[in-house]
């Protein structure tokens, strides 16, 4: 039976009036980045709203009560940045990006029953392979973790592209690994699953990061692709993915879902979490940036109107 993309086209998300949601916290300086949204629902930890991202290398934490309005609760007590929660039972994991060298990167892990006090660091994945040791800086990065039978399988990214008119770099490729006890051994599967191609304009330079969901027995990604737009500039929008078994994806024919506009989003439209019917809406956190060189990343929210 064939897997179904659902109609989730781009004007089926709304922005949120209130955004940009979360600034940074040196404001509007140049460069100054809060990033990579996760976010944990009223009920899954208690009746708050939760979300965590990275500012540089350190990790942030944010509660609200509706989602929107966000008040700021400190850093959590070790480096890191790109975040990724998972729990299982009582026990909530946090997988993270944090630097090998500078700037080559690793994935590491810790582990908590509280969200407050948290295990001593595992070291999860290294970059190893030829397609993660790719371009001007070696890395793994952009952990996503989901349960696949008995198995754990963590999406990542690696390899490495520059983005010339903004001073950075970006991911390459993106692939997973598996491990039979989620504290690893991880072992990787040999070839990435997303790739920059030609072929598809919102990817046409790098594959950036997947976030993967289980729905309806299938699978849903959400990638920022990287790609140069006609002008020659770098950009990245958030397209939908659809898989029968989390390896082979296909393009929603409509992508990409969420791109850079105007204003805090002009430039780019970068990593995500989704939180699916909560109080009957499905949201989409993200983080954008206003300019190139210099420019300011924000977090933000839209909401799928299906109506």
């Not at 990579?36 to 930890?45: E, K, L, M, S």
């Not at 509660?63 to 480096?79: N, T």
């Not at 970059?127 to 973790?145: A, D, F, M, S, T």
């Amino acid at each position: 039976m064939p897997f179904e993309i659902p109609d989730w086209r781009p004007e089926k998300w709304r922005d949120v009036p209130e955004n940009p949601l979360i600034e940074p916290s040196d404001g509007s300086e140049p460069g100054s980045v809060i990033g990579d949204p996760q976010v944990i629902p009223p009920g899954r930890f208690d009746e708050y709203w939760h979300l965590f991202a990275h500012s540089g290398m350190r990790i942030y934490r944010f509660k609200s009560l509706d989602g929107i309005h966000w008040k700021p609760g400190g850093a959590l007590p070790f480096p890191g940045a790109l975040v990724y929660l998972f729990k299982e039972d009582d026990t909530w994991y946090i997988f993270y990006t944090v630097y090998e060298e500078p700037p080559n990167t690793k994935i590491c892990m810790r582990e908590s029953v509280d969200l407050e006090s948290w295990s001593e660091e595992t070291v999860i994945l290294k970059p190893e392979l030829p397609w993660e040791l790719e371009g001007p800086c070696k890395q793994v990065r952009n952990p996503c973790l989901v349960k696949v039978g008995d198995r754990y399988r963590l999406y990542y990214s690696g390899g490495t592209i520059w983005f010339d008119d903004c001073g950075y770099e970006e991911p390459k490729y993106v692939g997973f690994a598996e491990a039979e006890d989620i504290h690893g051994p991880y072992k990787r599967r040999e070839n990435p699953i997303l790739r920059p191609d030609p072929n598809v304009p919102y990817r046409n330079f790098g594959a950036g990061a997947l976030k993967v969901y289980r729905w309806r027995g299938e699978y849903l990604g959400f990638n920022n692709g990287i790609y140069k737009d006609p002008d020659g500039r770098s950009r990245s929008a958030i397209c939908l993915l659809a898989s029968s078994d989390g390896v082979a994806w296909v393009d929603a024919p409509f992508n990409p879902v969420i791109a850079p506009t105007g204003g805090w989003k002009r430039a780019m439209v970068y990593q995500l979490d989704v939180v699916f019917d909560v109080d009957g809406e499905t949201r989409i956190y993200y983080n954008a940036r206003d300019d190139w060189r210099g420019g300011v990343e924000r977090i933000g929210c839209s909401i799928l109107v299906e109506r």
